[in-house]
Nanobody, 124 residues
Framework: QLQLVESGGGLVQPGGSLRLSCAYS????????IGWFRHAPGKEREELSC????????????AYGDPVKGRFTISRDNAKTTVSLKMNNLKPEDTAVYYC?????????????WGQGTQVTVSS
């Protein structure tokens, strides 16, 4: 089981950008697909993006949920054991707690471990 720690959240104006980071550690950490979901009060948990393990390939697969396609970009640095989520053109409806996790619901891979989350607030 991995340990995951998110950082990089904060307050940003509409149209602004943020970069979230997820530091992961644990046995065979590089074998895991890593993703991000968010959870806003009164709303369902929403899968945002996933990036695959690069153990067997140099090119990671990526996937994005419809609300963030074209605005968010996921990347992975195995040497630093981090996964980043660059978020551009942020909107008030992006306000939520953001979590990185193992697995990927977009790929029907169980999401079973996540971090403590980082708050993102988009407001003027």
């Amino acid at each position: 089981q991995l340990q995951l720690v998110e950082s990089g959240g904060g307050l940003v104006q509409p149209g602004g950008s943020l970069r979230l980071s997820c530091a992961y550690s644990g046995f065979n950490a590089d074998y895991f697909d890593i993703g991000w979901f968010r959870h806003a009060p009164g709303k369902e948990r929403e899968e945002l993006s996933c990036i695959s393990s690069t153990i067997s390939t140099t090119n990671a697969r990526t996937a994005y949920g419809d609300p963030v396609k074209g605005r968010f970009t996921i990347s992975r640095d195995n040497a630093k054991t981090t996964v980043s989520l660059k978020m551009n053109n942020l909107k008030p409806e992006d306000t939520a707690v953001y979590y990185c996790h193992t697995g990927c619901s977009i790929w029907s891979i169980p999401v079973d471990t996540w971090g403590q989350g980082t708050q993102v607030t988009v407001s003027s």
